[in-house]
């Protein structure tokens, strides 16, 4: 199960996965979808339970912090939804 992880963190880096999740989060047609932010939850939560996640966050650190600002930032647009989650 490591070994897979290992090498999912890996296709996530080269995807660009948290720049794309941030993209998500400001766009103003995925922004309020509640199945976004449902998503992209479950996805935070995954990578943060694992050693290769974590380093995978830790290596993206201005991405992680701009996601962090997006999802905890007292907008209308953002924090009902997230709040809900």
Same mark, same amino acid.
């Not at 449902?38 to 996640?53: D, E, P």
């Not at 930032?73 to 989650?85: A, D, E, R």
């Given at each position: %199960?490591?070994?897979? %992880?290992? &090498? &999912? =963190?890996? *296709?996530?880096?080269?995807?660009? @996965?948290?720049?794309? $999740?941030?993209?998500?989060?400001? #766009? /103003?047609?995925?922004?309020?979808? *509640?199945? =976004?932010?449902?998503? $992209?939850?479950? =996805? !935070?939560?995954? @990578? %943060?339970?694992?050693?290769?996640?974590? !380093?995978? @966050?830790? #290596?993206?650190?201005?991405?992680?912090?701009?996601? @962090?600002?997006?999802?905890?930032?007292? #907008?209308?647009?953002?924090? /009902?939804?997230?709040? &809900?989650?």
């Amino acid at each position: %199960m490591a070994g897979g %992880m290992v &090498m &999912m =963190v890996g *296709v996530l880096y080269c995807r660009r @996965l948290l720049e794309s $999740i941030l993209v998500l989060l400001c #766009s /103003p047609a995925t922004c309020n979808h *509640v199945a =976004v932010f449902s998503a $992209i939850r479950t =996805v !935070l939560t995954t @990578l %943060m339970s694992t050693q290769a996640g974590l !380093l995978y @966050l830790s #290596s993206k650190v201005e991405t992680v912090n701009a996601v @962090l600002r997006v999802l905890t930032q007292n #907008s209308l647009t953002v924090s /009902p939804v997230w709040k &809900m989650l």
